[in-house]
């Protein structure tokens, strides 16, 4: 085995009944020596989780934040009392910027890190704001940011705003990350929901990584799409050849049921609790 992932929590229900779920998502990775978490979940019962698991939080090797919002970085809180010093956070430079959402009626709700900045400085780790387009944290394993927008039917969410009680933005999600691991098989992408177009994302990868896309596990924000853009990504990951699709959380039922009744072979059904082994 050389890869192996374990989705500590996700909106969905596995088969162990002891698991909490919840909307949200955190993944537990296992790769090339290395021990990592990909974002927290919404509240911090992805540790608890984790434990009934028997995974080892003290022992992490890296944390990486795919962006600013709630569901995915909640349960930080509930983490950072747990992690050795020194411990490295992976987060795009504009994390902490204010994030909203519109809601029916105008009005601005806000749905971002659920913590202030200042929440660090009570624990010896190590904040690592990334910048650039491609950061290797070690030959096999890469954290993207900037993402192309090249494909016409991945836009801006309308929903998604930043800014304060004075002025709103369109969030561009400039701070989210995607976790590239670069595995005998070819790539394995991580997503925490994929703001920018999961094609956009997966397209870029592929163009700064010289291997050849194998699998793409998590958030794709399908949830608020139409049967024509998931119809359009369905084909995209075809063209991409991608052997297998774990894609879940903000995905939405809709989604993930087409991507299964098109593409059987490839889809990976990743609920709380799943392990994915390669």
């Not at 699998?215 to 991409?240: M, P, S, W």
């Amino acid at each position: 085995m050389e890869l192996k992932i374990t989705t500590l929590i996700e909106n969905q229900a596995g088969t162990q009944d002891n698991l909490a779920f919840e909307h949200g998502l955190s993944l537990y990775i296992e790769f090339a020596g290395k021990r990592l978490l990909f974002d927290t979940g919404q509240t911090g019962a992805f540790a608890d989780n984790a434990r009934k698991l028997g995974l080892d939080l003290t022992a992490l090797d890296g944390v990486i934040l795919s962006h600013g919002h709630y569901d995915h970085s909640g349960g930080l809180g509930r983490l950072l009392p747990l992690l050795a010093k020194d411990t490295p956070i992976y987060l795009g430079e504009e994390f902490f910027r204010l994030k909203y959402k519109k809601i029916p009626g105008g009005a601005f709700q806000y749905n971002g890190n659920p913590f202030p900045q200042e929440i660090f400085h009570a624990y010896p780790v190590l904040l690592q704001p990334i910048r650039s387009d491609v950061t290797w944290l070690t030959p096999q394993i890469a954290i993207l940011k900037n993402f192309a927008g090249s494909c016409p039917f991945e836009q801006p969410n309308p929903r998604f705003f930043t800014g304060d009680a004075d002025r709103f933005h369109p969030d561009l999600f400039t701070d989210e990350l995607a976790l590239c691991l670069l595995t005998r098989k070819g790539l394995v992408l991580l997503s925490g929901c994929a703001h920018p177009g999961i094609i956009n994302m997966l397209r870029t990868a592929a163009g700064r990584i010289p291997a050849p896309l194998y699998a793409v596990i998590g958030g794709t924000h399908l949830v608020d799409a139409d049967e024509t853009r998931i119809q359009k990504t369905i084909e995209a990951f075809r063209e991409l050849g991608l052997r297998q699709i774990a894609v879940s959380h903000c995905t939405g039922t809709l989604g993930e049921t087409a991507i299964q009744k098109a593409l059987p072979e490839r889809y990976l059904s990743n609920v709380t609790g799943t392990v994915y082994c390669l």
